[in-house]
Nanobody
Framework: QVQLTESGGGLVQAEGSLTVSCVSS????????MGWFRQTPEKEREFVAT????????RYGDSVKGRFTISRDNAKNTVYLQMNGLRPEDTANYYC?????????????????WGQGIQVTVSS
């Protein structure tokens, strides 16, 4: 069973930066793609970023492209989301997700394992 635990969320001012982390308990982390999604009460879950099993390839949602960076450290079973140039519209609950295969996906239904989510709030 895979357990994902996010950390690093909080309150930040607009144009500020924040990095959220996600640790996976599973042995399969280093062979599986990972992703970040976000959700607010008003919107459906939105794709943010994904990274393949080795970290060689990444993909981003249009709203965060150029501002957010996903990375991973397989030795630490950890995936990161560095967020720069934050905007109030980035305020959401951010979820880490793990695939069961090495290939990236932008679809939330492509991820069988999910963290509890962590709140990121950007003040104007």
């Amino acid at each position: 069973q895979v357990q994902l635990t996010e950390s690093g969320g909080g309150l930040v001012q607009a144009e500020g930066s924040l990095t959220v982390s996600c640790v996976s308990s599973g042995r399969t982390f280093s062979s599986n793609a990972m992703g970040w999604f976000r959700q607010t009460p008003e919107k459906e879950r939105e794709f943010v970023a994904t990274i393949d099993w080795r970290g060689d390839n990444t993909r981003y949602g249009d709203s965060v492209k150029g501002r957010f960076t996903i990375s991973r450290d397989n030795a630490k079973n950890t995936v990161y989301l560095q967020m720069n140039g934050l905007r109030p519209e980035d305020t959401a609950n951010y979820y880490c997700a793990q695939r069961s295969i090495p290939i990236m996906s932008t679809r939330h239904d492509g991820y069988p394992y999910w963290g509890q989510g962590i709140q990121v709030t950007v003040s104007s």
